[in-house]
Every structure is written in structure tokens, then in C-alpha cells.
């Protein structure tokens, strides 16, 4: 009898699994058990299923595997590495392709408005095809026909369910009745405590096998940055782009990708759900080739590009799970690589739409603000230890700190620097003199001498300090506000509908006199 690792050297060409990967191998095929696996960025989670499916075929031929997964470009690409790798031959079976294979049954296929052949859907429905890949919200779409030959269900960044099904993608809250009873593998590579918890038991697996591998990447460098001026900022992204590697930026917003496209100049190219399949597909095809993508946060996961040498987050991201998992494209192949994000306080008011939507993007930038080590804090936050020293190293030869916090690199905004006490307490005073409850430019605005309505109703009040500020920019009064934050002299207050207001501490109140 064939065993899983002869199975591994005959169709991948490998001696021996990674870890985690046999025992979730062993868990679905021999154990018959639902199993939830946390794997980190490139350690091979796209193989485990592999493998099961060409096991499970063996046994029955007309046996399929559904993999539910969030994207097209996602879906595209492993459908693609499926069918490069694989073929069928005329018994059903998955068979190695060979460098004489041309054309023949795809091994796998696409269900959903990118697939454009219309004999795949009731050939799918025959269970002519191992492995069907479809997104969530086409599942009511799918008849009893083929779920009748459905032997594994496969939810591929299953963090999904938690993540996005809570707010902008229901559909993956929805998933468990289709396939009631059928064998069950959901796979991710971050899931902090709460939203395990959350996965498990919306798919109601019965008695799971929990299989969890740290995410401790020690190839990738974190480092932070407050926003300033774009130009300022760009000057910090373009000598980091490397011309031996790939980058990717993540924008917010559709617009944002445009315009930050524009400005690194004809090498860099926009990505986002706002352009057609074959625009996307063009660009990703560019991309592959070595330029720098522009992209909203529908590029990403799962995408087998090893050597991204630098991801950018300009924005704080939705929360430290899609954080994690977008710093994860960087570096798969396992060499050094830079996360860098840029990030204000404002920018958390885009994301509003819900309770749950602030409540992540608070604990965000809670983690921004935090002067430990950004690795040790990240890890912590997903439930893990990093017991490895005292500080994040990174590198080998010589041996870096792995953080801006560890390397001593904060940015000034974010450190805690000599301010003038006068100034201190002119801005302490101005933000009291506007209500004690406002973003950073209100008050800023009022030591300027800003004519604004918005400014003017505060200017009534008795000793007020408006336009007593004009010895200094707007743009230095700004980065002193940052610091009063870091100095417990202000606090931030995310309020209800997810906007950032600041308001004096006892100890502001004591300085201010």
C-alpha cells in the first residue's frame, strides 16, 4: 500500500512534509476528522488539499473536491497551477503531468462570472472534474448533483468566515448548510484566539482536530511611519523598491491605488475590483514580470509569488488579521523582505460601517501606537509567545534588528521628543479652548488664526489662545499633537461612529496649569 509520503514524492517530488502538513494529511484521510489548520504564509497549505484529492480519487473516480475561496485573482491562480501540474488520464485518475502533456481534462476548474466555457458547469456536476473552486456567494447556485459527489469541502483562508462574512461578505456565514455532513478542511494563515473560536463554530465542525504552527516570519523587517506629505512619503517608499524583487502596495481605497500608480511612475500599475477580469489580468501579468503593484486588499491571499521584496500598507489596514496576512506576501521564498506601514490616526474613520469594523480597526491602530517590539506585539495579539531574546532580529549576515522599535528607528512623530513647554502648553490650552473633544487639526487651526466657522464659534472664550500659534507651521503644531499623545498628555478616543477625537489627560490638565 501506497503510503502519504510515497504519494508526496510521486506527484510533488518532495522526501518529506513540512510541518503540520502530514498531520493534517492523517487527520482528514485517516482519522475521518473535520480539521482546522493555521499554517503560516508558504509553508505549503495549498498541498495538503492537493494531496487528499489525489488520495480520495484514487478510490472513487467520480469524487470531487470544493474549495470555497475569497478571490478570482486567488482562484485563477491555483486553478492554473492545478492543471500545469496535473492531468487526468482516461480512468478518472490524477496523473503528473509530463513535459509531453499537452492539452487533455483539466484536473481543475472555475465556477462563476469568470469562467467563460459553458460546458464546465454540467461536466462539474457530473463529477468529471477533482477539484471545482467557486466563491462563497455562488454556492445557492450549485444543484444536489454535485454535491452528491462533493468528498471534501476545502475553505481556503478560512479567516474569511470571521473577517469579512461579518460585515461586506455574508455568504461566508453561510456556507455549513450546503454541505451538511461532508468531510471538512478549513485552512488559514492567521487566526488570532477569538476568531478560531468564531470559525469553529460557524462551521459547526464536530470535534475538530486543531493543527497550529506559529506565524513567526523572521525574514520579514516591520517598520513604521506616520503620513506626512505624500511627495515625503514616496521619498521613503522608492529607494526601498528593489530590482531584484517584486512590490506591492496596498491602498485603501480604489482611488488612492490610482493616484499612488501615477506618482511612482510608469513601472507601477493599479490592481482593484474596479477594473475588468482581463484589466487585472494584464496588470497581474505585468506584475509577475517585475513591476510595482498598486492594489486594494482584493490582491493577496494565496497568491504564489515568492519574491516580493517589499510590502506597503499606505493606510492603516481594516485590522492586525488583514495586516498579517497582507505582510505575509512578502517574502515566501524565504529571504529578507521589508513590511512597511504608513498610517494616521484619521484614517480609521473608513472604517465605520459597523461596531465590529471600529472595534478592529481600533485594536489596529492601538498596536501602531505601541513602542514594544512590533513583532513580539503582533504574535501576542495571535496568541502566541515569542520568547526568542529580549528584541526581533532579522537577517543573517550581519544580524539586524527585525523593528523599527528594536533598531531604535521610531519615527519622530512617534517618539518621544524635547518639546518647548510653552508650546506644550499652548496646544494643551487650544485643545481645551475647542470643546476638549476633537481631531488633531481643530485645535491646530485655532493657534493658527483660522477664520473657518468651525474654528470661529470657539474664539468667544475668555484668555482663549487662538492665533497665538503663528511662530510655527501647521505642519509642526500637527507633529507636536502626535507627540502629546505619546507623552500621556492627550489621549485618543475612538468614538462610536469610528472617528478619533483627542481630550486632555489628568496629567495635560497638570501641565497645562
Not at 472513487?60 to 491555483?78: E, F
Not at 507601477?268 to 494584464?282: C, K, M, N, Q, T
Amino acid at each position: 500500500m501506497q503510503t502519504y509520503t510515497d504519494t508526496l514524492c510521486t506527484y510533488f517530488g518532495f522526501s518529506e512534509f513540512r510541518p503540520g502538513q502530514l498531520d493534517a494529511i492523517q487527520s482528514v484521510l485517516t482519522e475521518k476528522r473535520p480539521t482546522f489548520v493555521v499554517l503560516p504564509t508558504s509553508t505549503g497549505k495549498t498541498l495538503i488539499f492537493q494531496l487528499i484529492t489525489i488520495v480520495n480519487r484514487q478510490q472513487v473516480p467520480t469524487g470531487v473536491t470544493v474549495v470555497i475561496s475569497p478571490l478570482i485573482a486567488l482562484m485563477t491562480d491555483q486553478v492554473s497551477n492545478w492543471n500545469r501540474a496535473f492531468a487526468l488520464d482516461v480512468n478518472g485518475q490524477i496523473i503528473k503531468r509530463t513535459a509531453q502533456s499537452v492539452g487533455g481534462t483539466p484536473v481543475a476548474v472555475l465556477l462563476g462570472s469568470a469562467q467563460d466555457d459553458p460546458a464546465v458547469k454540467p461536466n462539474a456536476l457530473r463529477g468529471m472534474y477533482p477539484v471545482v473552486y467557486m466563491a462563497p456567494e455562488k454556492l445557492p447556485f450549485l444543484s444536489s448533483a454535485i454535491i452528491d459527489h462533493v468528498q471534501l469541502l476545502v475553505i481556503d483562508e478560512c479567516h474569511c468566515i470571521s473577517e469579512h462574512g461579518n460585515s461586506f461578505r455574508p455568504s461566508y456565514r453561510a456556507i455549513r448548510p450546503f454541505f451538511d455532513g461532508v468531510q471538512t478542511l478549513a485552512l488559514t494563515a492567521t487566526a488570532p484566539p477569538d476568531i478560531q473560536v468564531d470559525i469553529l463554530t460557524n462551521l459547526a465542525l464536530d470535534n475538530p482536530k486543531i493543527i497550529r504552527m506559529s506565524m513567526h516570519r523572521p525574514n520579514l523587517r516591520m517598520l513604521l511611519r506616520h503620513k506626512r506629505r505624500r511627495p515625503e512619503d514616496m521619498a521613503i517608499i522608492r529607494p526601498l523598491v528593489s530590482p531584484d524583487g517584486r512590490t506591492v502596495i496596498f491602498g485603501t481605497t480604489r482611488a488612492e491605488c490610482e493616484s499612488l500608480a501615477k506618482e511612482l511612475g510608469p513601472h507601477a500599475y493599479a490592481y482593484h475590483a474596479g477594473l475588468s477580469v482581463d484589466e487585472r489580468a494584464a496588470v497581474l501579468s505585468r506584475f509577475i514580470n517585475g513591476t510595482v503593484l498598486v492594489a486594494t486588499n482584493c490582491f493577496g491571499l494565496g497568491v504564489d509569488i515568492p519574491n516580493i521584496r517589499l510590502v506597503v500598507h499606505y493606510g492603516l489596514p481594516r485590522s492586525l488579521l488583514g495586516y498579517a496576512q497582507e505582510c505575509g506576501r512578502a517574502g515566501r521564498d524565504g529571504l529578507n523582505s521589508t513590511c512597511l506601514l504608513f498610517f494616521a490616526s484619521s484614517d480609521i474613520s473608513k472604517y465605520n460601517e459597523t461596531e465590529r469594523d471600529v472595534a478592529l480597526a481600533t485594536k489596529m491602530l492601538a498596536w501602531t501606537k505601541d513602542t514594544r517590539c512590533r513583532r513580539r506585539t503582533l504574535l501576542t495579539s495571535f496568541g502566541e509567545d515569542y520568547l526568542d531574546g529580549t528584541s526581533c532580529s532579522w537577517g543573517v549576515d550581519p544580524i539586524q534588528h527585525g523593528c523599527d522599535v528594536c533598531s531604535n528607528e521610531l519615527d519622530s512623530m512617534q517618539a518621544t521628543q524635547d518639546v518647548d513647554s510653552d508650546d506644550i502648553r499652548l496646544l494643551l490650552q487650544a485643545v481645551e479652548d475647542t470643546g476638549n473633544h476633537a481631531g488633531r487639526g481643530l485645535p491646530v487651526d485655532f493657534l493658527m488664526g483660522s477664520r473657518a466657522k468651525k474654528v470661529i464659534r470657539f474664539v468667544h472664550k475668555v484668555n482663549s489662545v487662538y492665533k497665538r500659534g503663528t511662530h510655527k507651521t501647521k505642519t509642526e503644531w500637527v507633529a507636536i499633537h502626535g507627540q502629546l499623545t505619546h507623552l500621556n498628555l492627550l489621549r485618543e478616543v475612538v468614538t462610536g461612529r469610528g472617528f478619533i477625537v483627542y481630550k486632555l489627560t489628568p496629567e495635560g490638565r497638570r501641565v497645562m496649569g
